[in-house]
């Protein structure tokens, strides 16, 4: 587990901060009605800063209850997680979903508890109300071709949790496909 932690969390975790603190001081702050954006790939692929305080595809963005529902959130899931990779839960595929989520909910995390300090608008603010300011900085914007689906703006830690989840759930499919096997195997005996 440590060695994992150490090869693959920590260094996507420091790509993912890297990455969007870049983004953070290359940019300006977005406001309504203004996104700035760089297009890389025209139609295609874009640079954007984008403040998202909600969760997956920014939904709760904008509410007042999601900066707060969303700072406990990742808290839990770092337990989960420590508590079923202790367990062994992960096998196969899976073994690799652990550090990936951590380096995620600890990218994204981090984002939710140092970026509302750093906003323009806050800087007389009192101490809690920069806290549930915090947002995660989001930055790749991509359109999907032949179906011309413009993606919701995502990071580094948000792909880490999304290829997590992808290898999850091909475990589950693949120790489902075991378990059909073995049944079938055992009814024909």
Known sequence: MIQMVLWVTIPLFIIDQISKWWIVMNYAEPFPGFEPTKVIIEGYFN?????????????????TWAPIVFL??????????????????????????????????????????LQGFF??????????????HGYVVDFIDVTIPFINYRWPAFNVADSCI????SLLFISALLEGKDELMAKKQAEAE
């Open 162 to 165: 999304c290829i997590a989840a």
């Open 119 to 132: 906003l323009s608008s806050n800087t007389d603010e009192p101490f809690f109300t920069r806290l549930l």
């Open 72 to 113: 406990f959130v990742p808290i839990i899931a770092i337990f989960l997680v420590s508590y079923f990779w202790k367990k062994g839960a992960f096998t196969g595929p899976s073994k690799w979903a652990p550090p990936l989520l951590l380096a995620g909910v600890f990218g994204n995390l981090t984002d939710r508890l």
């Open 47 to 63: 640079i954007v800063r984008r403040h998202n305080q909600g969760v997956a595809f920014g939904m709760g963005n904008g509410s």
